[in-house]
């Protein structure tokens, strides 16, 4: 080859006896910018030596840089100066190359025929190259078929030659990187994909890792094939993983998993994808899996580079490309919805598009493949691990079952989308589950999800899917420090019914049910246990409401169907407690503020294990029962908690009906690792009981610290079952036992959900917990007129004692303000009537300031029942309520506080459950508590059932009480994003 000829006459020296390549440059490397300013000029010399056109540019558009060219020349010029050192060093060098050529993914080609020309072409630019480097010291490890790549291992000289090749693009090292190691089915909303018929059957989800352990019970019978790609290389001490010694595998047996350090990863990975077993599941339960094992096994001294302290697995580029080749032709023999790959390193703020991998990636998602990537572990707020920053893969970062960004995370502008990667169970080998963290969790549970999409739409393109999950994601902010980015964390019984609206599926998805609306109006509610409710003292009480203010209207009641309020509803909520033995009756209630239809999934966990998936259509603008007890719903005797998701926000409260009474509570939008229950009683004929909802996947231990209000402290513990419902019975003498008043602190390894139901002989209550101590509370509702007894219930979780201010609004506009102290660690009861307090025969609003966090609750009882809500930390300009019924015996009353100095104008629209909505307008007194009675006839009137959405021009705080004739209940209102 006379090129090779002429420049080595230029460059090459004899010394003591042997060739030293490049040996010039070698002594000018001392003297940096000189060095510079030669490769520049050795570059020119180049081209005019052999005849380039330095101003040519290639025939082709987009495909590859033109490496004719002197820019692209001094580029792979400076590109010898990187990897110099670095073949010095080891004598020999792992590298791909990246061909000068035309390029195109192969499903963007017009026919068969050009698809194989391209094949071809690649081929004779491949042997080309090769023959090129017949003279030099060159080992070929990987040549493709689908993409215009070579790897090899060379020395200095061959490197030098393919610097100065015309037909090389580009060149960079191959670097092995580890994979990215460091409960969320439910939480992503998995089990309503199942219900509308999207499990995954069919589809095979490809995991690049370190091998699978397929004979895993969460894995028995779903490895499809296998393949292994796997590096031995002097130069860096690695050594081929495959089974049979060599550096490709195919066939069964030859993805098993390794035995080195790290090798758990790919069958931890598999499980999350497409698990089943027991009672566990992973995302896609009925997806199969192609293992392909990428990893080499390397010793320490190149593992102390990624801080192990001994031998480890690392994944080169060149055997990803390899395996990445495999898969795509694999295509023919099966359903493949995308490939994991949950590996990765380096930090990239911006696109990584000429790393080697793109060009298989873009063929596999040309062909509907997605190629789905973990983000990186190492906590940027700007950018991704390689290769999640290839523009053609899914990236995808962690969150924590909190949705939050996981602390480890990175995330970066260009990041797609965000999943469950914190405390993540799979299957490890061996028949084991461990829990993991990092972003190699969360790439699974949307690789996962890629299967269920497919297996309902196979015609739907990995843009379209992407689209669905990105429309329809929780938004998740980055608050870290330095972060401000904002991306979708993936739901995906949503996002199957926008891709539902896109396009026909193959076949129709099954609905499970679609129950007609009920009311929620014969008393007959549900709980778990025998009514006997919760708190410090006998009450006593003979009225039927709380109210005594007649509303104030500023124009005769009409209907209308103008208004299109728009609340802070939520796509998801929890309820701990349901039950539909014994008499009780259990009513879940949605309100939908949107214009159009809402369709809302509902998740009943049971006690004794096992889910039932049920699907509702809320009209707009509406209110909607749904009667649990119903066969349709779960039934009979069962005692649940409830998950309930939707394609549009909305509005959710439980109501529980039984022999002699019935309380309310609204749902609440996210688990938590700890929570606080202000009020619990076992005295006095009261019975309490803690209802815990775990979501999870896996087991969660749950911790119960009792705080009595004389002081000192019980401390309980609980095993709670995966996707189950517990009930703990505070009386029971291994509880806090009988006689006792107490706060409670439950604190959980594992996000759940927690209520408090407390049943007394006239009737019960219950409320869910607060996750967050607050120092401001404000309580809309109050009396202690004849027949009526109001408690103000103070959790204190500091170690110090806390001072609080006490004010209280009075009807007539009156203000009333007390201080008091709560010791450390303890419950205090404050009885409002008394005349150090409110005083007796007052209807009131409160407000409690503390120079600590606490956590307060409001007890109201009265001769037929009573009622406990929880404070609302804030004031709002908009508040929703979902429940609200004026017949057969129930009143309803809306109780209003303003705390201004001046007069506050509220809007009230009552979305009717079979009708129009209906606006009333009123005016709050400064400084007062106001009432409105909902089912006076210049308001609602009689026989109506519906929900309310109310706004203020001032921030006021609302609360809702609803009394019939065997009891009443209390629930605060959802405040709106003001």
């Not at 902010?477 to 926008?498: F, Q, Y």
């Amino acid at each position: 080859m006379i090129v090779a000829s002429s420049r080595w006459e230029f460059l090459e020296e004899k010394e003591a006896g042997h060739r030293v390549v490049v040996g010039r440059v070698e002594q000018a490397s001392m003297f940096g910018l000189r060095r510079r300013y030669f490769l520049i000029l050795l570059a020119f010399i180049v081209l005019l030596v052999t005849g380039f056109n330095p101003g040519v540019g290639s025939a082709h558009s987009g495909a590859v840089s033109d490496s004719h060219t002197g820019e692209n020349l001094i580029a792979k010029m400076e590109i010898y100066e990187q990897l110099l050192p670095r073949v010095q060093a080891q004598g020999t060098l792992r590298v791909i190359i990246r061909l000068e050529m035309p390029f195109l993914p192969e499903a963007l080609h017009s026919s068969a025929y050009a698809i194989l020309a391209q094949r071809y072409r690649i081929q004779q630019v491949q042997s080309t190259v090769l023959d090129s480097l017949s003279a030099y010291s060159v080992a070929t490890a990987q040549v493709y078929v689908h993409v215009p790549y070579l790897a090899l291992e060379i020395d200095g000289t061959a490197l030098w030659d393919l610097i100065l090749n015309p037909l090389v693009a580009t060149i960079q090292e191959d670097v092995p990187v580890p994979p990215t190691l460091l409960e969320s089915i439910p939480l992503i909303g998995a089990a309503q994909a199942w219900a509308l018929g999207a499990t995954g059957q069919g589809q095979v989800i490809a995991v690049l890792d370190t091998g699978v352990d397929a004979s895993h019970p969460f894995l028995a019978g779903k490895v499809a094939a296998e393949a292994c790609f796997s590096t031995t290389y002097a130069g860096l001490g690695s050594t081929t993983l495959c089974p049979n010694g060599q550096q490709e595998q195919i066939g069964q047996g030859a993805a098993v998993h390794c035995t080195a350090g790290g090798c758990e990863h790919g069958t931890h990975i598999a499980g999350i994808a497409a698990g089943k077993g027991g009672n566990r599941f992973g995302v896609a339960l009925d997806a199969e899996i192609i293992a392909v094992q990428v990893f080499s096994h390397f010793g320490p001294e190149q593992c102390r580079v990624y801080g192990y302290s001994g031998d480890c697995v690392l994944s080169y580029t060149s055997d990803q490309i390899s395996a990445l080749e495999w898969v795509y032709e694999q295509r023919l023999d099966f359903a493949v919805a995308a490939v994991n790959m949950s590996l990765g390193g380096n930090r990239y703020t911006s696109g990584c598009d000429s790393d080697p991998r793109k060009p298989i990636i873009d063929t596999l998602r040309e062909h509907g493949i997605a190629t789905v990537v973990s983000s990186g572990n190492g906590g940027y707020v700007d950018a991704l691990a390689e290769p999640a920053c290839i523009s053609s893969t899914i990236s995808v970062g962690s969150t924590t079952d909190g949705d939050a960004l996981s602390s480890f995370s990175n995330h970066s502008r260009y990041l797609d989308l965000l999943a469950p990667g914190s405390s993540i169970i799979s299957s490890v080998p061996g028949g084991r589950y461990q829990t993991w963290t990092g972003t190699s969790m969360s790439a699974p549970h949307v690789a996962g999800a890629w299967a269920l999409f497919k297996s309902a739409y196979p015609d739907a393109s990995v843009d379209e899917i992407l689209a669905a999950l990105t429309s329809t994601g929780i938004p998740i902010r980055d608050t870290r420090p330095g972060g401000s980015i904002t991306k979708p964390r993936i739901r995906l019984g949503l996002a199957l019914l926008e891709l539902q609206n896109q396009q026909q599926p193959t076949a129709t998805p099954t609905i499970t049910t679609t129950p007609s609306p009920t009311a929620t109006s014969s008393p007959t509610p549900t709980s778990t246990h025998t009514p006997t409710p919760t708190m410090t003292h006998t009450p006593t009480a003979t009225a039927t409401s709380t109210a005594t203010a007649t509303p104030i209207l500023t124009a005769t009641p009409t209907a209308t169907s103008t208004a299109e309020p728009r609340p802070a509803g939520e796509t998801l909520w929890y309820l701990a407690e349901g039950y539909t033995g014994d008499g009780v009756e259990t009513f879940i209630l949605v309100q939908n503020p949107n214009p159009e239809p809402a369709t809302v999934f509902l998740t009943y966990q049971l006690q004794d294990g096992g889910e039932l998936v049920r699907q509702h259509v809320v009209g707009p603008l509406s209110r909607y029962t749904i009667a649990a007890h119903d066969e349709s719903e779960v039934g009979q005797d069962a005692a649940f908690s409830t998950l309930i998701t939707s394609d549009l926000p909305v509005i959710v409260e439980r109501a529980l009906y039984f022999a002699n009474g019935g309380h309310n509570s609204m749902a609440v939008t996210q688990p938590s690792t700890i929570w606080y229950l202000a009020e619990g009683y076992t005295g006095e004929d009261f019975s309490t009981y803690i209802l815990i909802q775990n979501p999870n996947q896996m087991a969660a231990t749950v911790r119960l610290r009792y705080l009595l209000q004389g002081g000192g402290i019980v401390e309980r513990e609980h095993p709670i079952e995966a996707h189950s419902r517990h009930t703990v019975v505070a009386a029971h003498p291994d509880e806090v036992g009988p006689d006792q008043a107490f706060s409670i602190i439950v604190e959980s390894d594992l996000p759940v959900i927690v209520e408090r139901s407390m049943y007394f002989p006239s009737g019960g209550h219950n409320t869910f917990g607060v996750t967050h101590p607050q120092t401001t509370w404000v309580l809309a509702e109050g009396s202690s007129q004849p027949g009526y007894a109001t408690y103000i219930l103070i959790l204190n979780p500091q170690q110090h004692e806390v001072a609080l201010e006490l004010t209280y609004w009075t009807q007539d506009g009156g203000t009333v303000t007390r201080e008091h102290t709560v010791p450390a660690l303890s419950r205090t009861t404050i009885a409002a009537g008394l005349d150090t307090e409110a005083g007796a025969d007052q209807v009131f609003a409160a407000r409690i300031q503390a120079d600590a966090p606490v956590v307060v609750e409001r007890a109201m009882y009265f001769l037929t029942g009573g009622s406990c809500a929880v404070g609302a930390s804030r004031l709002a300009r908009s508040w929703s309520l979902a429940e609200g019924y004026t017949g057969e015996g129930f009143e309803t009353d809306i109780a209003v506080q303003n705390p201004h100095d001046q007069s506050a104008i509220l809007t009230i629209t009552y979305m009717i459950q079979d009708g129009t909505p209906i606006q009333r307008e009123h005016f709050v007194p400064a400084h007062s508590r106001y009432t409105i009675h909902v089912h006076d006839p210049a308001e609602l009137g009689l026989d109506v059932a519906f929900s309310t959405y109310l706004t203020s021009d001032l921030p006021v705080m609302v609360d809702r009480s609803m009394f019939f004739l065997l009891g009443g209940h209390l629930s605060g209102a959802l405040p709106g994003e003001d």
